[in-house]
């Protein structure tokens, strides 16, 4: 078993729909939960930080952290056609120190049509 | 701010030969990590370092090396190059917390 598992997609939505994108992991050591967005040819940016569980919003996009499932999820709201990329979770189990890692799911790829 | 910047954008090279890769960090980031990026295998953690020091590797033969300098700045270093090294290979860097990465390395074994 991975450690952090990611459906892929592809996933593909209408303009102004609510996407919802998750993610699920193995070790319950991790602390800290990251989603980047990555488009094609580029590196990945960095869209949501959080600590433990609970919610975090951020203009159209919400990260929600549930330490008990083992789950996380990204939601975004009036979703655009520049949203088109692949999204991302990561997690670590520090934010610095020693064994200071990101473990990635494989990325879901997100398409918005006009 | 800048971000964080990788040289070369693109590199080719043949199996057998040897590359090394440069990453400059967001000015303060003190933390630099290093990913290879697949289709098959997603992102993986190379290796981190922090003041001058590799603090973390992850799971890559020998062939992979870094180093950081006094500024900061980073190189990776892969040594007799094989096919399946082909990658996009990133670097992050950090002021303990967030991780921000650079546009990348595209490297193409033939």
């Known amino acids: 078993q991975k450690e952090v598992e990611q459906d892929p997609g592809p996933l593909s939505v209408p303009e102004g729909a609510i996407v919802s994108l998750n993610c699920t992991y193995s070790?319950?050591?991790?602390?800290?939960f990251m989603w980047y967005r990555q488009y094609s040819r580029k590196g990945p940016e960095l869209l949501m930080y959080?600590?433990?569980?609970g919610n975090k919003e951020d203009g159209r996009f919400t990260a929600q952290v549930d330490k008990s499932s083992k789950y996380i999820s990204l939601f975004i709201r009036d979703s655009q056609p520049s949203d088109s990329a692949t999204y991302l979770c990561?997690?670590?189990?520090?934010?610095?120190?020693?064994?200071?890692?990101?473990?990635f799911g494989k990325g879901t790829l997100l398409t918005v049509n006009p | 701010k800048a971000g964080v910047t990788q040289t070369p954008r693109y590199l080719i090279k043949t199996r057998g030969q040897q590359v090394t890769l440069s990453c400059s960090p967001i000015?303060?980031?003190?933390?630099v990590s290093w990913y290879q990026q697949t289709p098959g295998q997603g992102l993986q953690f190379l290796f981190e370092?922090?003041?001058?020091?590799?603090?973390n590797k992850g799971n890559f033969p020998g062939r992979f090396s870094g180093r950081q300098f006094s500024n900061s700045r980073s190189e990776m270093n892969v040594s007799t190059l094989e096919l399946g090294d082909s990658a996009l290979y990133l670097c992050?860097?950090?002021?303990?917390?967030?991780?921000?990465f650079g546009p990348g390395t595209r490297l193409t074994v033939t």
């Open positions: 992050a860097s950090s002021n303990e917390g967030e991780q921000y």
């Open positions: 070790n319950s050591a991790f602390q800290y």
């Open positions: 990561a997690m670590s189990l520090n934010s610095g120190g020693s064994n200071y890692k990101l473990t």
């Open positions: 959080t600590y433990s569980s």
């Open positions: 370092y922090f003041s001058e020091t590799q603090r």
């Open positions: 000015s303060g980031h003190r933390s």
